[in-house]
């Protein structure tokens, strides 16, 4: 029992504080996204159901998804504030998130961090603009069920513009968190008593 504990404040002591917690850059970003994609798919949303799929109304269909813009707002704050509090008060986020092996030296995972926030930012801006639009495409297209309709070129964009957007944000997010932590750590170290 006691080299289980031993273990676990060791490995704790290596990683480093746990505040604040990985996430907010990443869900951020990710909100941005789909507000974006949700703004840019709106007239065709509100054509499809306002007219060709249901008979609704233009203006509820609007109405939906803005609430759906702010339910996804909400939801996404609250699960932040809700993992930067765990993260503050020391409970346990076991199975949230990547842990970074700690034989592997931090200098080399920001490294890795880096080029891929560097490689896959660049990538995601290239195709931003056909990977937006291939999703407003690919939306049309299951809503009317109109399969025929969706070219595998907009499948392609759309599945490259996610995923380097995907692995941009996710390292930017790990730089940011693990540059705030290091200078938090700096300041305790500083504000310390000398013994």
Do not use: C, N
């Not at 995601?124 to 937006?132: D, H, M, N």
């Not at 964009?157 to 200078?183: C, G, N, Q």
């Amino acid at each position: 029992m006691e080299s289980t504990v031993t273990a676990r404040s060791r490995d704790h002591a290596r990683l480093g504080p746990a505040f604040p917690a990985y996430g907010p850059v990443d869900a951020a970003l990710g909100y941005w996204l789909f507000y974006v994609v949700v703004d840019r798919a709106t007239p065709t949303v509100v054509d499809l159901f306002a007219g060709r799929v249901l008979e609704l109304s233009p203006s509820l269909v609007r109405l939906g998804l803005a609430a759906l813009l702010w339910f996804v707002l909400a939801v996404t704050v609250l699960d932040q504030l809700r993992t930067q509090f765990d993260a503050l008060t020391g409970r346990s986020a076991a199975g949230r998130g990547w842990v970074i092996h700690p034989l592997i030296p931090a200098q080399y995972w920001l490294l890795v961090y880096g080029l891929g926030a560097g490689l896959a930012g660049a990538t995601a801006l290239v195709t931003f603009e056909v990977g937006v639009s291939g999703a407003v495409t690919l939306i049309e297209g299951i809503a009317t069920f109109d399969l025929a309709a969706i070219l595998l070129l907009d499948v392609v964009a759309v599945v490259v513009f996610f995923v380097s957007f995907a692995v941009a944000s996710f390292s930017l997010d790990r730089l940011t968190i693990r540059t705030i932590r290091e200078l938090l750590a700096d300041d305790r170290d500083h504000g310390a008593p000398k013994r």
